[in-house]
C-alpha cells in the first residue's frame, strides 16, 4: 500500500490528468487559493496597514516553512524572487584579489545562473573557470575537484543537475574546497523537495533553491540560506533597504542586518509569498525519506520500461546518484511530447535529452505506466504525425 497516494487529494489537477512535470512546476496544492483569498482580504480591508499586519516579515516567515526541508533552523532562510538573483547577491558578497579569483562553475550548471555569473565576474575582479562534461549529462568529480585549487574563492555549482538529474557528490566538493581555503554556494533548485537535504551535514556555505517546481509552492518563491559564519562575514553588495538593520530609518548609508535578512532585497513580492507557503507544508507532512524511497522506486520503474523499449536514458542508473527525473529518448521525440500533451499526460521535453517525466510523492504506479504505454501507442499508431511542424513549445 503506498501511503503518500492519500495526498493526491490535496492537488486538484491530479483529477484531471497523469501530472508527471514537477520537476517544471509542481501541482498546485488545494490549499493555495485560499492564501490566496487571505492576501486579497489583507489588502481590501486593512491597505497600507496590510504591511504593520505581517507582510514585512513574510519573507522569513515563508523561510521557516522551506528551512526543516533544508536542515536549516527558524530564521535562517530567506525569500528572495530568484536563485539566480541569490547566487550574485553571493557573488558580489566576497571580495577577488590577485591570488584567490576564481568562481569555478560547471557546464552543466543552469544557463541562467551561468549568464549572470559570466556577466557580473568580471566587474568584480573574478575569473569564471568552468568545467567541461565529456558527455553533456554528468560533471566528472575528479576534474572538478582538480579545478578546485588555492586560487578558487567561490564554487557556485548545482546540486542536482537539471539536465539529467544526476546528483553531485556535493559533501567531498565541500570539504575539498574548503580544505583549499574556498567557499561553496550550492544552486539546490532541483533537490529539495524530492531528495532529502541537510545544509549541515553536506556543509555548504550558501544554499538557495526554490518553491516552483518539486515543493509545490508556484512561481516567484526562491529562497537562500547562508551558514551563521557567513552571516557574520559577509553581505551581498546587490541588496535592498529590506536587508537594512533598520530599514525604516530611511539612512543614507546601508547597514547590514543580522542573519537571513541580509539577504532581502527590495520590497517582496507578496501574493507570490502567501501561495509559496502550502507546498512545502505539504512535503513536510508527507516526509522526505518517504518521498525520497518512492521516487527512487518509480524512476526505476521507468528506466526498466524504457530499457524494455531499447530507448536512449539520460539519468544516473545508480540510484544513489539520481535525481527524481528520468529523460529518454523516442522517435520523434518533440511530436511524441506534444501528442502526450494532447492526451492529458503532462511532460516536458528538452532537445537533447528526451522526454522528461518526474514522477512525485502524488504519482500512481499506474501513471508510470500509462506514460510509457502512451508513447507506445503513439509511435505505433503515428499518432505523433498530426503535431509535425507544430511550433508550440513544449513546456
Not at 572538478?144 to 538529474?165: G, N, P
Not at 549541515?200 to 551563521?228: E, M, Q
Not at 548609508?253 to 543580522?258: E, K, L, P, S, V
Not at 494532447?342 to 502524488?362: L, T
Amino acid at each position: 500500500m503506498d501511503a503518500l497516494l492519500a495526498f493526491r487529494a490535496e492537488f486538484p489537477i491530479l483529477e484531471r490528468c497523469c501530472y508527471l512535470v514537477s520537476n517544471s512546476l509542481g501541482a498546485m496544492p488545494r490549499g493555495v487559493p485560499d492564501q490566496l483569498a487571505a492576501y486579497v482580504d489583507a489588502w481590501a480591508e486593512r491597505g497600507v496597514r496590510a504591511w504593520a499586519d505581517g507582510w514585512w516579515d513574510m519573507p522569513l516567515a515563508v523561510g521557516n516553512e522551506v528551512a526543516p526541508l533544508l536542515g536549516a533552523g527558524a530564521g535562517e532562510v530567506a525569500m528572495v524572487p530568484t536563485v539566480t538573483l541569490s547566487q550574485v547577491a553571493v557573488l558580489s558578497a566576497l571580495d577577488y584579489p590577485a591570488a584567490r579569483d576564481a568562481v569555478v562553475m560547471t557546464a552543466l550548471d543552469f544557463p541562467s545562473v551561468r549568464y549572470a555569473i559570466d556577466a557580473m565576474a568580471p566587474r568584480l575582479g573574478a575569473r569564471v573557470v568552468v568545467v567541461p562534461s565529456d558527455d553533456g549529462l554528468t560533471i566528472d568529480i575528479d576534474r572538478l575537484c582538480a579545478a578546485i585549487d588555492e586560487r578558487t574563492r567561490l564554487v557556485a555549482i548545482s546540486h542536482v543537475l537539471f539536465r539529467s538529474a544526476s546528483i553531485q557528490d556535493v559533501r567531498r566538493i565541500c570539504a575539498h574546497a574548503h580544505a583549499v581555503g574556498a567557499l561553496v554556494s550550492l544552486d539546490g533548485y532541483h533537490a529539495v523537495g524530492v531528495i532529502p537535504v541537510d545544509v549541515r551535514d553536506i556543509g555548504c556555505d550558501f544554499y538557495a533553491g526554490g518553491v516552483l517546481k518539486w515543493l509545490c509552492g508556484g512561481p516567484g518563491g526562491s529562497f537562500v540560506w547562508a551558514s551563521p559564519a557567513m552571516n557574520e562575514r559577509v553581505a551581498p553588495a546587490l541588496t535592498g533597504w529590506q536587508a537594512h538593520a533598520h530599514p525604516f530609518a530611511f539612512a543614507d548609508g546601508m547597514d547590514h542586518a543580522a542573519g537571513a535578512r541580509r539577504w532581502l532585497g527590495g520590497t517582496p513580492v507578496v501574493p507570490a509569498l502567501y501561495a509559496n507557503i502550502e507546498g512545502p507544508r505539504v512535503l513536510r507532512r508527507a516526509g522526505m525519506d518517504a518521498v525520497r524511497e518512492k521516487s527512487v522506486r518509480q524512476t526505476t520503474q521507468l528506466i526498466a520500461l524504457a530499457d524494455a523499449r531499447g530507448y536512449r536514458v539520460s539519468a544516473p542508473r545508480d540510484e544513489t546518484w539520481r535525481g527524481g527525473t528520468v529523460a529518454f529518448d523516442v522517435p520523434h521525440a518533440a511530436e511524441v511530447a506534444r501528442a502526450l500533451l494532447a492526451r492529458e499526460v503532462v511532460i516536458d521535453y528538452r532537445p537533447g535529452a528526451g522526454i522528461r517525466v518526474a514522477p512525485h510523492f502524488y504519482t500512481s504506479d499506474a501513471e508510470v505506466e500509462r506514460v510509457v504505454g502512451e508513447i507506445d501507442a503513439i509511435l505505433r499508431d503515428e499518432a505523433w504525425r498530426a503535431f509535425e511542424g507544430v511550433r508550440t513549445t513544449v513546456t
